[in-house]
């Protein structure tokens, strides 16, 4: 099977390599990062933590220059091997007309965090044309399960393909599919439609995940995307944790209500989200998502 283009991949993480912590969006409190921390450095990873990050605007860390300042030196700094999150929260997309991408593609490293930090992984992808990772922040590592914790670090240092295997595959639209991943939040992918920094989906393979979403309001951003044509050339869709909902297939049947007859395979059960399971995944590189197996193969390495 031919497989299409991949974004750049950034160079595997190593034990040795410094790790640059960075706040994009909500405020910091020192003490949720201490769980998070002791794990990375137990992976054998030197952290850089600035008190830049710290910082409070209301319920942000920091003014948005001073979040998007100390983003960008992250990337630009040698030293600096991988940037993670220390949380998510609220706040990346108001960085993203504030980021240079053009400096941030010339200085490519690992980047991961999850949630409202799905903005970001975006634009990185998108507009700076690198893989990015779809994985823990400093805080949820630290609460996260062993396995979360192994994918982690499988992903980013170890320069082979890989699969991840739904831990609850439900198969709603039976089928294959192969196309560019996009990983990340509903709400955020709903809330950058129709903006400059929208990701364009056509012939992708896409996974979203939730938290506290009641079920008309799943429904609502389902249908707002889809009444956008964000969705008309999808290639697949996988469904990751939607805590909170009332009913453990609540989401199944929502999908759906709205999404159903559009063709394309659907998989739900994926261990990616809100939950102490959640697997690291790179965005913007290839994928086969397979919804009667209920698998997501990545036929590259996520890094080089």
């Given at each position: ?191 950058l439609t129709g903006t400059p920094f929208a990701p364009d989906l056509k012939d992708a393979v896409l996974l979203v995940e939730d938290i506290g979403e009641a079920p008309y309001r799943i429904d609502r951003m389902l249908t707002q995307m889809r ?22 297939n609540g989401i199944s049947e929502i999908v759906m209500d709205r999404l159903g007859d559009l063709g394309f395979p659907i998989c739900g059960g994926f261990g990616v989200g809100h939950a102490p399971d ?27």
């Open positions: 099977m031919k497989f299409p283009a991949s974004r750049i991949r950034p160079h595997a993480l190593k034990p040795g390599d410094t790790l640059g912590i960075a706040a994009p969006a909500g405020s910091v409190d020192p003490t949720d990062l201490e769980a998070g921390m002791v794990v990375l450095q137990s992976m054998g990873f030197k952290l850089r933590v600035s008190d830049e990050i710290f910082a409070k605007s209301r319920y942000l860390a920091g003014t948005d220059l001073h979040r998007a300042g100390h983003l960008s030196r992250l990337f630009a700094d040698p030293e600096i091997d991988g940037i993670i999150c220390a949380r998510g929260g609220y706040g990346a997309m108001r960085l993203l007309a504030l980021l240079d991408s053009g400096m941030i593609a010339a200085h490519p490293k690992p980047f991961v965090g999850f949630s409202d930090i799905t903005a970001l992984l975006v634009f990185l992808t998108d507009k700076c044309g690198m893989a990015t990772f779809h994985g823990p922040t400093v805080t949820t590592l630290g609460l996260g399960d062993t396995d979360t914790q192994k994918w982690f670090y499988r992903v980013l240092t170890e320069k082979k393909p890989f699969s991840l295997a739904a831990s609850s595959p439900r198969t709603l639209v039976a089928g294959q599919a192969v196309g560019r991943f996009y990983c990340g939040n509903l709400t955020l992918f709903c809330h009444l956008s044509g964000t969705l008309d050339r999808l290639a697949g869709l996988a469904l990751g944790h939607f805590e909170g909902l009332d009913a453990e959640n697997a690291t995944l790179p965005v913007g590189m290839t994928v086969k998502l397979d919804a009667d197996a209920g698998t997501l193969v990545f036929p590259q390495p996520a890094v080089c």
